[in-house]
């Protein structure tokens, strides 16, 4: 056998050893009943064409790859964002496994849950029993300040009354009376994430404000939205504020939960929006979101607390933050200082320096909704063209406001919106109507492979390039991260299609 | 020696500009003095180096300390079709104990042979430097000694940083070429069309848009000095019947010499521009012809000229509409601003100065032709002259060098690279479409509104009363949280049916379960 004491093979080289690629290709000759290598050529070269597209696009029932995920994801996510919350997945527990996982692999951090581990008992009697015992045990074990309590598929497909069942559980001492257990109902068949996150938010701030007579004082609400670069953004987001010398609360903040110092102490809580001024909240101004398909509902609900609400989407880039930045001043009065408007300008420079290299190049950008906008947005500021934009979880509302958005600008001409669709459609997009660069997940990369797109990696999930959340693409600091790291990949392509010494390399320039 | 060869060159009778100084004149030199404390170019050396290392098979040595070599290396994108050992950086690193016991000589020797043993290139062009020519080492007779000893040309190259500016070190590489190279080879193939093209960089390998220009009437280009060369062809170069010289300040000593030895008429042209390039393939045509070739080459000349350019002019068309009436200010160094004016005209574009640092009282004269009424034109202008011009926002572009560039920057106006840094090929009637495309490209590339504009604030950072009047009209993320705008903002989400408390789309959901029991379900 290749594996030897002396010489240990990973992996990735020791299956390629001569045995095991004989070994492989017996087992596909005599086993696998394979396709000819010509039938496999042909089929794979059919679906690159127009007419697999239109089949493609015309595919109803089934999706391949969805770029989204399901509304508890969101929850937990929304839940990380609160001072020491656990997040209670009420249904089955491999889902909770899931989410964990899912955090843990994006944010390189560990991610806590707990679920009520429903079996099939739970699935036929209700699953009461699971919360009473459930939220029991997870306060005792695990000490929260506040459990969040979300619901998976199996919760809902058999319709548990989360509020009824916490008011059985806190009746039956699982925890204390005035132990705060807010709830939200979030199926993974409908919606996405990002309603989930919309939900859960919406949980906990009703949970605090229900029933509160609200005294107007003049702080703002900031609702960051679902964010995998949630460490960087908001870390900023609150630089910006802190600069502008504005009264805010961050409502949810995961930066911290996802960004522990490795210092000898475990902290499975850390950071987030303390109780208390969650509580004190409802007295604000105003509350503005980050991401508005992200916090519909709960901007609603403060609407109707009487709040002025306002909305951005994804902010990126320098018009995105002048909004923004007008928006906080105009709601408190507080001017922009001196070293914000510097900022501003470094920005400008920055772009206006590498102008050229952005200048016309077509991009595919996926991922969530509001992510989606702010990237179009940006890219046209720049004079690059969005041309595939496609969101999974993107819904009708979303689509108008994007072909509003694309319609606003010369350099939209050629943008699509895609909502619904799914990435083997943006493959059959990529191939058919192809584009310099794709902008999105760690998912991408198979597109990337498949079709030679270079993929840049600025959405969640990013699973398999490490510590990119950890630096802001909000703000005007943001924007010049962001900007290098599209230009990164447009630079490293054109070294790689000038690289091949004495064929193409007549521009491996040096300067650039 | 070395004061000899400069008093030498700075006599250039093909130069109307050096011979309209008087003799004084002339001896303090051609370049302007240079002034301590002024900002400055590159030096003698640098110059050198230009103008020689696009030769692409020879080995470039530097000899002196190591960032003589490493500032110099490809700094420009001189494109070759073939041998890349140029791009390979050869330098003797003298260190401080060298030059203190003086080895400079003999390292060098080693370095001279560990090239000629590894690499066998054509020739060894080995450079001096201010340290080696200040210690003493006579690396022409080490060059000399070597070539003997390894079978190989070492040519040196005399133009340590010292002596002068960078255009007096192109220069100094002419006269290298001229003194050891040129006329060392004789081809078995010498043709009656063959040309030369002197003072050709081939940046981003742009001479390959105009050499098949050339090919198509049968004109053999022998050597191309110094871009995409071959040492082989520049020692053949003697031989052929035309020189055309496209950087004059660069190499036309070298093309009045070769026309002194060995009897081979020279013009001055250029490929920037589309009549330009007509008049370069023209003047070629008429000079070979007087050389003897068959006059019909006048014809077939116009006929292609005729073809080009009625295909360049039709592409060009499109960008008319874009970019007629647009303010160009040309601040360029090297490339010919004249050549680039007609062509930024046939568009309808405005130019609104064009330096003539380098242009000859001819170049001026036909600039003073082609912008008729008022010319603009300026010498050399000092950054903060630059800055107060474009600042006035006086120019809707500035076309130059990198080293300007980010003063239009600061000043708020698009910049376009021309010069030697460019990443894009300019030359011939393809060059020039394509440098109209990026007139264009950089004109409207949407970030120099953002860069025009002020931060929508005051300077106290305060809003101002413009936005408070449009605040809250027009886009919903800026209204007020009016009864009527949360009613709407309802209304337009009402179908997005995530509302999954909503008591009627549960039910339906629990209908469509009903029926199934758990393993219907599967795994879901």
């Known amino acids: ?512 | 020696m070395m004061k000899d060869k400069v008093q030498h060159l700075f006599d250039e009778p093909a130069c109307q500009k050096n011979q309209a100084n008087s003799e004084k004149e002339r001896r303090t030199g051609c370049s302007k003095p240079l002034t301590p404390g002024a900002a400055a170019g590159g030096c003698a050396f640098d110059g050198a180096k230009i103008a020689l290392q696009p030769v692409t098979d020879v080995a470039h040595l530097v000899h002196g300390p190591l960032a003589c070599e490493g500032n110099s290396w490809d700094n420009r994108g001189s494109g070759s079709s073939g041998p890349m050992l140029w791009r390979t950086s050869f330098t003797t690193d003298l260190a401080e104990i060298d030059i203190v016991m003086g080895q400079g000589e003999r390292k060098l020797y080693k370095a001279i042979r560990e090239i000629a043993t590894r690499y066998r290139p054509p020739a060894i062009f080995v450079y001096s430097t201010c340290v080696t020519a200040l210690v003493g080492d006579d690396i022409d007779a080490v060059c000399r000694h070597a070539s003997e000893k390894y079978g190989l040309p070492v040519i040196p190259i005399n133009a340590p940083g010292f002596v002068g500016s960078k255009n007096f070190g192109n220069k100094l590489a002419g006269e290298a070429l001229f003194g050891h190279v040129m006329g060392t080879v004789e081809p078995d193939d010498a043709g009656p069309t063959d040309i030369n093209v002197l003072g050709e960089f081939n940046l981003s390998g742009e001479f390959w848009m105009v050499k098949p220009l050339f090919e198509r009437l049968g004109i053999r280009i022998r050597a191309s000095i110094p871009g995409d060369a071959r040492y082989a062809d520049i020692a053949a170069a003697h031989t052929a019947r035309v020189n055309m010289v496209v950087c004059s300040t660069a190499l036309v000593t070298l093309a009045r010499k070769m026309q002194e030895r060995w009897g081979i008429p020279f013009f001055e042209g250029s490929f920037y521009g589309i009549s330009d390039t007509s008049e370069a393939l023209r003047n070629t045509a008429a000079l070979l012809v007087e050389q003897g070739v068959a006059p019909s080459l006048l014809d077939r000349a116009e006929a292609l000229i005729a073809e080009q350019e009625a295909s360049a002019l039709a592409r060009l068309a499109p960008y008319r509409e874009r970019l007629a009436g647009k303010r160009v200010l040309l601040n360029t160094g090297g490339v010919k601003s004249w050549s680039v004016v007609s062509a930024l005209m046939e568009v309808g574009m405005e130019i609104v100065g064009t330096s003539v640092k380098k242009s000859t009282p001819e170049d001026k004269d036909r600039i003073r032709a082609l912008m008729h009424d008022d010319p603009h034109m300026f010498e050399a202008m000092a950054p903060r002259d630059l800055y107060k011009l474009l600042a006035a926002g006086e120019a809707d572009i500035m076309l130059s060098g990198g080293r300007t560039q980010f003063i239009a920057l600061k000043a708020k106006v698009p910049w376009l690279d021309i010069n030697q840094e460019r990443h894009n090929a300019y030359a011939g009637y393809d060059g020039m479409v394509e440098l109209v495309r990026q007139i264009d490209l950089a004109i409207h590339n949407p970030v120099w509104e953002e860069v025009r504009a002020a931060a929508p604030w005051d300077d106290a950072g305060q809003l101002t009363a413009a936005h408070s009047e449009s605040a809250g009209e027009g886009d919903p993320s800026k209204e007020p949280a009016a009864s009527a705008y949360v009613a709407r903002h309802r209304k337009k989400f009402a179908d997005t049916r995530v509302d999954n408390t909503d008591p009627n789309f549960l039910a339906h959901h629990r209908k469509k379960f009903a029926g199934a029991a758990g393993d219907d379900m599967g795994e879901c």
């Not at chain 1, 089929?43 to 999706?63: D, I, M, P, T």
């Not at chain 1, 605090?208 to 900023?236: A, H, L, M, S, Y």
């Not at chain 1, 906008?373 to 993107?394: K, W």
């Open chain 1, 1 to 512: 056998m290749p594996q030897s004491a002396d010489r240990i093979l990973d992996h990735a080289p020791l299956f390629r050893e001569p045995e095991y690629t004989e070994l492989l290709a017996r087992k596909r000759e005599n086993f696998e009943c394979p396709a000819s290598t010509a039938d496999i050529e042909a089929q794979s070269e059919y679906s690159k064409g127009w007419e697999y597209r239109e089949k493609n696009l015309a595919r109803e029932a089934l999706v391949i790859n969805p770029a989204k995920a399901c509304q508890p994801l969101g929850a937990v996510f929304a839940a990380a964002g609160f001072e020491g919350t656990l997040s209670f997945v009420h249904g089955s527990q491999g889902c909770v496994a899931y989410y964990r996982s899912h955090l843990a692999r994006h944010f390189k951090e560990p991610a806590s849950a707990v679920s009520s581990s429903m079996t099939e008992d739970a699935a036929v009697f209700g699953g009461l029993n699971n919360m009473v015992d459930g939220l029991a045990n997870a306060y005792s074990l695990y000490d929260p300040k506040m459990i969040a309590v979300s619901t998976t598929c199996m919760a809902e497909v058999i319709g548990d009354d989360l509020h009824a069942f916490i008011e059985t559980s806190r009746q039956k001492g699982s925890v204390p009376q005035e132990f705060d257990v807010p709830f939200a109902h979030t199926p993974a068949f409908v919606g996405s994430h990002v309603d989930g996150y919309d939900n859960m938010v919406k949980g906990v701030v009703e949970h605090f404000w229900e029933g509160k007579e609200r005294q107007p004082n003049d702080t703002i609400n900031i609702i960051p939205g679902f964010d995998g670069f949630c460490v960087g953004n908001n870390r900023e987001l609150k630089r910006i504020l802190n600069l502008m010398g504005v009264k805010y609360t961050m409502v949810q903040d995961a930066s911290d939960q996802y960004d522990t110092p490795s210092d000898g102490e475990f902290r499975m809580y850390y950071g987030g929006t303390k109780l208390e001024d969650v509580a004190a909240a409802v007295n604000a101004k105003a509350t503005l979101s980050m991401q508005h398909y992200c916090t519909r509902k709960v901007l609603d609900y403060a609407a109707d607390k009487g709040h002025m609400t306002a909305s951005f989407r994804y902010p990126l880039g320098v018009s995105a933050t002048d909004e923004l930045l007008l928006k906080i001043a105009e709601l408190t009065g507080a001017a922009i200082p001196e070293e914000l408007t510097l900022e501003r300008g470094r920005l400008v420079d920055a772009l206006a320096d590498s102008q050229a290299y952005l200048h016309g190049k077509r991009f595919a950008i996926f991922g969530d909704p509001d992510f989606v906008s702010g990237v179009t947005r940006f890219l046209m500021e720049c004079g690059a063209e969005p041309v595939h934009c496609l969101a999974t979880n993107g819904t009708k509302p979303w689509v108008e406001d994007m072909e509003a958005l694309l319609a606003s600008s010369p350099f939209g001409a050629d943008g699509k919106v895609w909502q619904g669709k799914d990435l083997w459609h943006l493959r059959s997009l990529l191939f058919t109507e192809p584009v310099d660069f794709m902008i999105g997940s760690s998912y991408g990369k198979y597109l990337e492979r498949d079709t030679n797109t270079p993929l840049i990696r600025l959405a969640f999930p990013i699973f398999d390039r490490h510590h990119h959340h950890r630096f802001p693409l909000w703000g005007y600091q943001g924007g010049l991260r962001l900007v290098t790291t599209i230009l990164d990949k447009i630079f490293d392509k054109l070294d790689a299609d000038s690289n091949e010494a004495g064929k193409t390399d007549i521009s491996f320039d040096l300067t650039r």
